[in-house]
């Protein structure tokens, strides 16, 4: 495949292969294993996504950071691997565009590894980077097959923040949510602030959110197709626990994970195609504010 000028396919020192962009609008990194975006930084912009400094990007592992995507399933299931298939799955890259100050990635997971994968399910899968002054990545699931088949999956966002004690998400106050931690379902009452391990499911909750931390530049993550969202920060002893992560890495990152999870999984009958986007745009916090007022 022919790419376009300042995208290039590039190995680490592991031998592990990523998509590098270096184009006027903005800066990026992908790997081919997994359909893993590791970098995003808009020009004049800080990164859009937290990657750890103590991730090796070893061939054949997840990675600890970036958007990791979480597919056909969830969290676990049986003895199958945490959080399914495609995140170190190797997909073919398929079409890569620079037009203007977009840059778009097209990734397929082929049918081979779809079928040694998930030996009796008939899916085709494929997802979409636009990254230009934001970042949008769409996942693209459809159904190939004669019966119904279940899904439930999420854009597992790793984004930064300056200090978790002091950042504020709005936009999900009153909102139901399931507590991962103590296993009751519980109501927000005001803006979500950060005060110990946090590990929730919000429901019926398609609208966007707003990340603050105390800095002039907040995060904005919008939704499509879905009306689930994880928020996950492991906190101080979980942090201990983790691999490729720093101890006091906590203080620095929050997931907030576009999501068809728990009662908002999917069943796509045959032909059904389901499209999860999320999209995550940094603005002036101090104009958000006083748009909000």
Same mark, same amino acid.
């Given at each position: 495949m022919l790419l376009p000028e300042g995208i290039c396919l590039i190995r680490n020192q592991h031998g592990r292969a990523f998509l590098q962009i270096e184009h006027p609008a903005v800066s990026a990194r992908i790997a081919l294993e997994g359909a893993h975006i590791t970098h995003c930084q808009p020009a004049g912009q800080g990164p859009l996504l937290w990657m750890s400094p103590d991730e090796p990007e070893l061939p054949g592992k997840a990675l600890r950071g970036g958007i990791p995507i979480c597919w056909p399933w969830f969290g676990s299931k049986d003895t199958r691997p945490v959080h399914g298939i495609a995140r170190t799955s190797l997909w073919e890259l398929t079409a890569v565009t620079s037009e203007g100050a977009q840059v778009s990635v097209f990734m397929s997971l082929t049918a081979l590894v779809l079928e040694q994968a998930l030996p009796g399910e008939k899916w085709q899968l494929d997802v979409e980077f636009v990254m230009g002054t934001d970042l949008l990545v769409t996942l693209i699931t459809r159904n190939i097959g004669t019966r119904p088949q279940a899904l439930s999956q999420a854009l597992h966002s790793y984004l930064p923040v300056s200090n978790i004690d002091e950042t504020v998400i709005k936009g999900l106050e009153n909102c139901s949510y399931f507590d991962q931690l103590t296993g009751r379902q519980q109501r927000q009452h005001g803006p979500l602030r950060? @005060?110990?391990? @946090?590990?929730?499911?919000?429901f019926n909750h398609p609208g966007k959110v707003s990340l603050l931390d105390g800095t002039e530049a907040a995060l904005i993550l919008r939704r499509e197709g879905?009306?689930?969202?994880?928020?996950?920060n492991p906190w101080i002893e979980k942090s201990r626990t983790l691999g490729h992560f720093p101890a006091d890495g906590y203080q620095t990152m929050l997931c907030l994970e576009s999501a068809n999870a728990g009662p908002d999984a999917r069943v796509l009958d045959p032909g059904e195609t389901h499209r999860l986007s999320s999209r995550i745009t940094r603005v002036n916090s101090l104009k958000l504010n006083s748009a909000e007022a």
């Amino acid at each position: 495949m022919l790419l376009p000028e300042g995208i290039c396919l590039i190995r680490n020192q592991h031998g592990r292969a990523f998509l590098q962009i270096e184009h006027p609008a903005v800066s990026a990194r992908i790997a081919l294993e997994g359909a893993h975006i590791t970098h995003c930084q808009p020009a004049g912009q800080g990164p859009l996504l937290w990657m750890s400094p103590d991730e090796p990007e070893l061939p054949g592992k997840a990675l600890r950071g970036g958007i990791p995507i979480c597919w056909p399933w969830f969290g676990s299931k049986d003895t199958r691997p945490v959080h399914g298939i495609a995140r170190t799955s190797l997909w073919e890259l398929t079409a890569v565009t620079s037009e203007g100050a977009q840059v778009s990635v097209f990734m397929s997971l082929t049918a081979l590894v779809l079928e040694q994968a998930l030996p009796g399910e008939k899916w085709q899968l494929d997802v979409e980077f636009v990254m230009g002054t934001d970042l949008l990545v769409t996942l693209i699931t459809r159904n190939i097959g004669t019966r119904p088949q279940a899904l439930s999956q999420a854009l597992h966002s790793y984004l930064p923040v300056s200090n978790i004690d002091e950042t504020v998400i709005k936009g999900l106050e009153n909102c139901s949510y399931f507590d991962q931690l103590t296993g009751r379902q519980q109501r927000q009452h005001g803006p979500l602030r950060f @005060t110990m391990e @946090t590990d929730r499911i919000y429901f019926n909750h398609p609208g966007k959110v707003s990340l603050l931390d105390g800095t002039e530049a907040a995060l904005i993550l919008r939704r499509e197709g879905s009306e689930s969202l994880v928020v996950w920060n492991p906190w101080i002893e979980k942090s201990r626990t983790l691999g490729h992560f720093p101890a006091d890495g906590y203080q620095t990152m929050l997931c907030l994970e576009s999501a068809n999870a728990g009662p908002d999984a999917r069943v796509l009958d045959p032909g059904e195609t389901h499209r999860l986007s999320s999209r995550i745009t940094r603005v002036n916090s101090l104009k958000l504010n006083s748009a909000e007022a």
